[in-house]
């Protein structure tokens, strides 16, 4: 009688034991994309691994031969995208200064190094100011750039040509505006997201 008893415990036993070996398999094992992570009392779980983001930190290869004309003439802080619509096309794309004093810059993108603002080659341009009474306040429809900008969209108007699409943001005392010829909002928003703080040295 002994024996059949002791028997049947550990036939149990063993039935309850490959129940726990089950269910902790299931806690410890990570689905795709996850990682195990050590957590009180020895239980293990599986966790998702933080999400990582590439952040473009190179500027537009248009831009390198006038940036050392802006960091020596003007002391607004460049803010120059990466992202260009067209600027890896088969026909060049150039950037020209069109003004840049302490205050103030503007750059010109055209397709001809000659460009000069002729609606022809003109494909949009860039500036930044410091905000004064007269440039303070934006108008144009209200969007959410990155770096928790408030940015404003301005479209185009076409008649017998185009005129630009603009956004616009404020940003530590000053004005910042990209301007593509009939822009629309996805490309200019994209431009904008894109822009990185260029060096002053």
């Not at 806690?27 to 009180?40: K, N, T, Y």
């Not at 390198?64 to 060049?92: A, C, F, H, N, R």
């Not at 993108?109 to 002729?118: E, H, M, R, Y």
């Not at 990155?146 to 005129?163: E, H, I, L, M, P």
């Amino acid at each position: 009688m002994f024996t059949q008893v002791l028997g049947r415990f550990f036939k149990n036993m063993g039935k309850f034991g490959l129940g726990i070996l089950g269910v902790m398999g299931v806690v410890a094992i990570a689905l795709p994309g996850q990682s195990i992570q050590p957590r009180e009392h020895g239980v293990r779980i599986a966790t998702k691994p933080a999400q990582t983001f590439s952040i473009n930190q190179t500027f537009n290869p248009v831009f390198k031969p006038i940036i050392p004309i802006l960091k020596k003439k003007t002391q607004v802080p460049l803010w120059l995208p990466s992202y260009i619509p067209e600027s890896d096309g088969d026909i060049p794309l150039y950037a020209q200064l069109e003004i840049v004093t302490a205050k103030n810059y503007s750059i010109l993108l055209g397709f001809d190094s000659q460009c000069n603002g002729a609606t022809a080659c003109r494909l949009g341009s860039i500036s930044g100011e410091k905000i004064n009474s007269q440039n303070k306040l934006l108008k144009g429809k209200k969007i959410t750039l990155s770096r928790k900008r408030q940015g404003y969209f301005v479209d185009a108007t076409c008649g017998a040509n185009c005129s630009d699409s603009t956004i616009s943001w404020q940003e530590k005392g000053y004005l910042y505006r990209l301007a593509i010829k009939a822009g629309d909002l996805k490309t200019l928003v994209k431009m904008a997201n894109s822009t990185i703080l260029i060096p002053s040295s």
